[in-house]
Nanobody
Framework: QVQLVESGGGLVQTGGSLRLSCAAS????????MNWYRQGPGKDRELVAK????????NYADSVKGRFTISRDNAKNTVYLQMNSLKPEDTAVYYC?????????WGQGTQVTVSS
């Protein structure tokens, strides 16, 4: 079965950095695009970044462009989200996501809290 396990969240001060990881299993990781979403307090879940199966194309939400970088290591079945210059408004639970056989799969999420 498809499993996504996020890690790397935590508490950081404004301007700090974190690197999130998502370990995937149960499907052919190198064949699928991967996404990072987030859901802040009282907000809808939003797409933060996405990367194609081989990493050749990456897209970002306007709110994180120039600060966040999505990458993947297909040998390790892992997708990453490097987050720099963090702001309080980046505070959210961050989720890894894959659309596999027309079904959306999600990890359990990892909390990122940015203090001002």
């Amino acid at each position: 079965q498809v499993q996504l396990v996020e890690s790397g969240g935590g508490l950081v001060q404004t301007g700090g950095s974190l690197r999130l990881s998502c370990a995937a299993s149960g499907f052919t990781f190198s064949s699928y695009a991967m996404n990072w979403y987030r859901q802040g307090p009282g907000k809808d879940r939003e797409l933060v970044a996405k990367i194609t199966s081989r990493g050749g194309s990456r897209n970002y939400a306007d709110s994180v462009k120039g600060r966040f970088t999505i990458s993947r290591d297909n040998a390790k079945n892992t997708v990453y989200l490097q987050m720099n210059s963090l702001k309080p408004e980046d505070t959210a639970v961050y989720y890894c996501n894959v659309l596999w056989h027309s079904i959306n799969y999600w990890g359990q999420g990892t909390q990122v809290t940015v203090s001002s």
